[in-house]
């Protein structure tokens, strides 16, 4: 199945429920690579290079002319299987290649962490081992592809993770990845599995809602639009993931 999607905004209005934007005009190219950082561990990248809809959601989401961009945000899906390890890890990517800031991926799904499996790494020494040891954030996080790109693995999986991501704990160290990082993407687990994506919401900039096409219900959606905006969490829009095109996408996207 395809990896396309659209950024959907206005999810909380019903009759504007699930309505794509527009692709954000400006670079639909995958950026050149860039070196790995001197005397580091060879830098990982991903096995396929990101989409012109990867780099459209960046323009819309974080490279908006004059306006405030959030640099703190979660990812998370309304159930398990939408692809939002895969949209934050090709996210975080395409940000980081048109930035010259630091960007940071946090596997924030610590019972079934998945994002150092995009950049083929292992998964020692991550978010779970950062909340309960005392070492400074940075030395949980690996470089990957350019040398402003970070990774934070899950890490070694505890008995009990229930109400590590909901704990005080959690939040100094997000306030230490604020002030090592530009940029900060939370692959969080799926609402409908854990409550972490909306405790993680209410303490960063937003929230974006992957959605999987012809899976995901509206109602669904929409409830969990709503759950996100009662913990103040803001939504920052809703990505509709695995979308098939029933005519080209290239004729698509001049329609």
């Not at 398990?80 to 946090?106: D, I, M, N, R």
């Not at 993770?161 to 704990?167: I, K």
């Not at 992957?210 to 639009?225: H, Y």
């Amino acid at each position: 199945m395809s990896k396309n999607f659209e950024l959907l905004q206005k999810l909380g209005k019903e009759q504007e429920a699930l309505r794509p934007v527009p692709a954000a005009a400006g670079q639909t190219g995958p950026a050149s690579a860039a070196p790995a950082l001197t005397g580091a561990a060879p830098a990982a990248g991903l096995s396929t290079p990101p989409s012109e809809e990867i780099n459209a959601l960046a323009q819309q989401v974080f490279l908006v002319p004059g306006a405030a961009a959030p640099r703190t945000v979660v990812l998370t899906g309304t159930e398990p299987g939408t692809g939002c390890t895969w949209v934050c890890a090709h996210l975080g990517e395409v940000l980081s290649g048109h930035l010259a800031a630091s960007v940071c991926l946090v596997d924030a799904n610590l019972q079934d962490p998945g994002l150092h499996q995009q950049f083929g790494v292992d998964n020692s020494r991550g978010l779970s081992d950062a909340l309960t040891q005392l070492d400074p954030i940075r030395a949980f996080a690996r470089p990957l592809s350019r040398p402003n790109l970070w990774l934070i693995s899950g890490g070694s999986v505890p008995q009990n993770t229930q109400g590590l991501l909901g704990s005080d704990r959690m939040r100094l160290r997000l306030t230490e990845l604020r002030s090592e990082f530009d940029f900060i993407l939370l692959d969080a687990p799926a609402l409908s599995i854990s409550n972490g994506a909306i405790g993680l919401g209410g303490i960063s900039d937003g929230v974006l809602l992957v959605l999987k096409a012809n899976a995901s219900r509206r109602e669904t959606a929409k409830q969990a639009v709503e759950d996100l905006q009662a913990a103040n969490a803001k939504v920052l829009g809703a990505v509709l993931n695995q979308r098939t095109f029933p005519i080209p996408s290239s004729i698509y996207g001049k329609l």
